[in-house]
């Protein structure tokens, strides 16, 4: 897709103006601060419409292989609604020795799915920036991956206003998961990862007072568009 466990997922609005855009030279955007532990992996793919079946059947055979290996903590496989042709894949792993060890398992099928994509598989590994455990009994039929890209010199400040997002989404009614994810070679790109009961719930996040006071407040931080995309799980 251009789709990542639990769960998961993966996305900014710039500010014609903003005091930000003024400063200059922007710094390189750096890596991510090493970190131990649970690795993390965000994957968009793209087929055309003749492809997009075939397509789901080997990301469906692909998540539940993956779930059932050494080291796996979560894989979720994700159809974009409305867009039956992107996908994501949202992966958790205990450690990058447990996510080496997948890769090289997933080769066969990652062989027969590459013939039907538009572009090869847009693979970010991520580090869990603010990962909680989902919702106990929680179902969810709507999917969130969401890439918030900032410009380097607002990354601390967007980090900030990501973790109180996430822990005020928690709260929200429906919740069955809400985590910010950040790639690993760029500290400046991270990924809100949610999972909801229902999209009544998801919306109801939407319009929620803090979900729109820390859209106003990453206005003026964001070095692209704010890509927001809704997914289902692939049957």
């Known amino acids: 897709m251009r789709y990542t466990a639990p769960l998961?997922?993966?996305?900014?609005?710039?500010?014609?103006?903003?005091?930000?855009?003024?400063?200059?030279?922007?710094?390189?955007?750096?890596?991510?601060?090493?970190?131990?532990?649970?690795?993390?992996?965000?994957?968009?793919?793209?087929?055309?419409?003749?492809?997009?079946?075939?397509?789901?059947?080997?990301?469906?055979?692909?998540?539940?292989?993956?779930?059932?290996?050494?080291?796996?903590?979560?894989?979720?496989?994700?159809?974009?609604?409305?867009?039956?042709?992107?996908?994501?894949?949202?992966?958790?792993w205990r450690d990058k020795a447990a996510l080496s060890a997948h890769d090289a398992a997933a080769k066969a099928i990652d062989a027969k799915l590459r013939p039907l994509l538009v572009s090869p598989p847009d693979r970010r590994p991520c580090v869990g920036l603010d990962v909680a455990a989902p919702a106990a009994g929680a179902a969810a039929s709507v999917y969130v991956v969401t890439h918030v890209d900032v410009i380097p010199p607002a990354k601390d400040e967007a980090i900030g206003l990501v973790k109180q997002l996430a822990a005020d989404s928690r709260k929200d009614s429906g919740v069955g998961r809400f985590d910010v994810l950040q790639q690993a070679s760029r500290a400046n790109h991270l990924f809100l990862v949610e999972a909801w009961r229902d999209r009544t719930a998801r919306d109801s996040h939407v319009m929620a007072d803090h979900s729109r006071a820390f859209r106003a407040k990453l206005l003026p931080l964001q070095g692209a568009l704010y890509d927001e995309r809704v997914y289902e799980s692939v049957r």
């Open 8 to 92: 998961v997922l993966l996305l900014g609005l710039a500010t014609l103006g903003s005091p930000v855009w003024a400063q200059a030279p922007m710094p390189a955007p750096g890596p991510a601060p090493p970190a131990a532990g649970p690795a993390y992996v965000v994957t968009f793919l793209e087929t055309g419409a003749p492809s997009a079946a075939k397509a789901a059947a080997q990301l469906h055979k692909l998540a539940a292989a993956s779930r059932g290996e050494d080291g796996n903590v979560g894989f979720v496989a994700l159809r974009e609604s409305g867009r039956p042709g992107r996908f994501a894949l949202i992966e958790a």
